[in-house]
Each structure stands twice: as C-alpha cells, then as structure tokens.
Nanobody
C-alpha cells in the first residue's frame, strides 16, 4: 500500500504561482509513475500531468502545458507540482496519483485525498 498526502493548496490571484507537494509513505515510489489530476465542481476528474519513475518522460494536459511542471525526488518519496501563471479555470481539487509499472492514464493504483486550489480573478 502507498499512502499519498498532498499539501500546498490555497487561494492565489490570477497570474500567481503555487507549489503542490505530495508525500508518499508505505512503499518507495521508485517504480511508480506519479501524476496529478484535478476536479472542478460539476466536472469530471481530469489528467493534469505525469512523470515516469526515472523522470525521463513527462506528459501534460494541453491546458497546463508550459505553465505547470512536475518533479519528483525518489530519495525523499515526494512529487511536486509547480503551477505558474495560474488562471481562474485552474481552480479545482488537485489529487496526487501513483501507477505501478504502467501509464497513469491507463489506471491509477493510489490516490491522495486532494488539496484545494482556488484562483481568483
């Protein structure tokens, strides 16, 4: 079992930045693709971005490409999401996710509890 705990959410003005962190425990995340999803009120959960176990491959949703960056520290068992140039439409609950030995878009094995991000206009 892997437990994921997000932190760093909050309220920010449009154009600002936030950095979300995800701390994993229970198992090392070395063999996991790690990623972030988000869910806005009344909408389905959507993929934001992912990072392979070796950090060699990244993938981002078109809506965040060039503004968001995912990084990971396998030694610390953490994954971060740096969000720049935030827009009101980025407001959502952000979830950390882990997928073992597969693409995170194929299936998620573990979810965090989520952290709220609100971007004011």
């Amino acid at each position: 079992q892997v437990q994921l705990v997000e932190s760093g959410g909050g309220l920010v003005q449009a154009g600002g930045s936030l950095r979300l962190s995800c701390a994993a425990s229970g198992r090392t995340i070395n063999a996991y693709t790690m990623g972030w999803f988000r869910q806005a009120p009344g909408k389905e959960r959507e993929f934001v971005g992912s990072l392979s176990w070796s950090s060699a491959r990244t993938s981002y949703a078109d809506s965040v490409k060039g503004r968001f960056t995912i990084s990971r520290d396998n030694a610390k068992n953490t994954v971060d999401l740096q969000m720049n140039s935030l827009k009101p439409e980025d407001s959502a609950i952000y979830y950390c996710a882990a997928a073992h030995l597969k693409s995170i878009r194929v299936g998620v094995d573990y979810w965090g509890q989520g952290t709220q991000v609100t971007v004011s206009s």
